[in-house]
């Protein structure tokens, strides 16, 4: 079953329509920040989006794997092993703070998710998951910016992305470029939406 419609700009000529039985999933939550030189502070009910979405995931017969304040070198390594071993749909979450176009690890290095996550998946660094689903979500401010809102409100995602390279993925963020996103002690808006 193909449909054929615009997205974004992009043309894309033919859209599968995928049965799923299963997937694997990566969570990656940054809690808390080692050698707080940056003034980080500690993401207050983060652990309850982890648990969230694995209890979902799990529900979604995803194998879920949930990893806790990692470093950077951690992170990449976390990620490059969850690619060495998928042959299936995938779903990545990275939670932690961010700016416009980074996030920190637990050790306060600055992560690019485009170079040092996404790429990762893509049709050339990895070939076997051509034609398969990818899910990213990033939930992270994306700068300083604050934009009122009450606590009904859905928070805002970022746009689908379309690649050349990154295909049959959805990338979200839990806000556009330079707002903040927003955390309560009981999660944050977007996972508690996404859940």
Not at 31 to 55: I, M, P, V
Not at 161 to 170: E, G, K, N, V, Y
Not at 172 to 193: H, L
């Amino acid at each position: 079953f193909y449909k054929r419609f615009k997205v974004s700009g992009c043309n894309m000529k033919e859209i599968k329509k995928y049965v799923v039985n299963s997937g694997k999933a990566l969570v990656l939550n940054m809690r808390t920040f080692r050698q707080d030189t940056l003034g980080k502070k500690t993401r207050y009910g983060s652990e309850k989006d982890a648990e969230n979405l694995k209890s979902v995931l799990e529900k979604l017969h995803f194998d879920v794997t949930v990893k806790n304040d990692r470093t950077k070198e951690e992170i990449i390594e976390d990620v490059d092993h969850f690619v060495a071993d998928l042959n299936c749909i995938s779903f990545v979450c990275i939670m932690s703070h961010g700016d416009k176009d980074i996030l920190h690890s637990h050790d306060n290095l600055e992560i690019n998710p485009e170079k040092d996550i996404l790429e990762k998946f893509s049709n050339s660094n990895c070939p076997k998951m051509r034609g398969l689903p990818k899910i990213f979500l990033i939930q992270s401010c994306r700068g300083k910016n604050r934009e009122t809102m009450r606590d009904d409100a859905q928070s805002g995602g970022g746009p689908i992305i379309c690649s050349s390279t990154l295909r049959d993925a959805i990338i979200a963020y839990s806000t556009v470029p330079g707002f903040v996103a927003n955390r309560q002690q009981d999660g944050t808006w977007f996972i508690k939406a996404f859940c």
